[in-house]
Every structure is written in structure tokens, then in C-alpha cells.
């Protein structure tokens, strides 16, 4: 399985616009092949950082996933509330657990 964590820091003010679009990108994802977990999170030390938590069946499910309609406008409407380009997130094989 494919973990990946991500961050993704908001203007100032537009943290919870962005965490909506991102909660509808995470309903989308129960269309989505392979998807195991879309978890979004505010930052309880950071006020303006939206998390996203991700486990996937492979690396190609997630990759295959940015095709699911729908993703790519929440990812347009997205952009312009963010107050840094997106980071690349920390990939992980997960190795099993509870839950998983």
C-alpha cells in the first residue's frame, strides 16, 4: 500500500474554503479505485494549514485518481486560496496496522 502525506498552506482567511474543496475532493475519492483513506486536518499549531492523509491500494491507484471527474476543477478552485505553491508530500509504503 501507498501512504502519502501532504500540506498545504492557505492565505490568510481562506483555510476553511480550502478545507470544503478539499472535503469534497475526499467524497470523491470513494469513486476512486484503490482509495483506502482521504483524511483532511487543520493544523491545531498552524492556523493556516489544511493536512491531507491518503492511503492507497498502489501508487498508480493515486495517480490514476487526479483522473476521477470532478478532481481537477476542486483542484483549480483550490489554487488560487493557497499562499505557497503546493510541496510534494511524504510518500510511505505502509507496511500493515490496525485499520489497514
Same mark, same amino acid.
Given at each position: #500500500?501507498?501512504?502519502?502525506?501532504?500540506?498545504?498552506?492557505?492565505?490568510?482567511?481562506?483555510?476553511?474554503?480550502?478545507?470544503?474543496?478539499?472535503?469534497? /475532493?475526499?467524497?470523491? #475519492?470513494?469513486? /476512486?479505485?484503490?482509495?483506502?483513506?482521504?483524511?483532511?486536518?487543520?493544523? #491545531?499549531?498552524?492556523?493556516?494549514?489544511?493536512?491531507?492523509? &491518503?492511503?492507497? /491500494?498502489?501508487? &498508480?491507484?493515486?495517480?490514476?485518481? !487526479?483522473? =476521477?471527474?470532478? =478532481?481537477? &476543477? !476542486?483542484?483549480?478552485?483550490? #489554487?488560487?486560496?493557497?499562499? &505557497?505553491?503546493?510541496?510534494?508530500?511524504?510518500?510511505?509504503?505502509?507496511?500493515?496496522?490496525?485499520?489497514?
Amino acid at each position: #500500500m501507498y501512504l502519502l502525506q501532504g500540506k498545504l498552506l492557505a492565505k490568510a482567511g481562506s483555510k476553511d474554503h480550502l478545507a470544503a474543496i478539499l472535503l469534497q /475532493a475526499a467524497a470523491l #475519492m470513494e469513486l /476512486a479505485k484503490g482509495c483506502k483513506l482521504y483524511a483532511v486536518a487543520t493544523d #491545531m499549531n498552524k492556523s493556516d494549514a489544511v493536512h491531507i492523509t &491518503e492511503i492507497w /491500494a498502489s501508487r &498508480e491507484d493515486h495517480d490514476a485518481s !487526479l483522473h =476521477v471527474a470532478g =478532481v481537477r &476543477e !476542486l483542484i483549480q478552485q483550490a #489554487m488560487p486560496l493557497l499562499a &505557497e505553491p503546493p510541496q510534494k508530500g511524504q510518500e510511505y509504503e505502509v507496511l500493515g496496522g490496525w485499520g489497514v
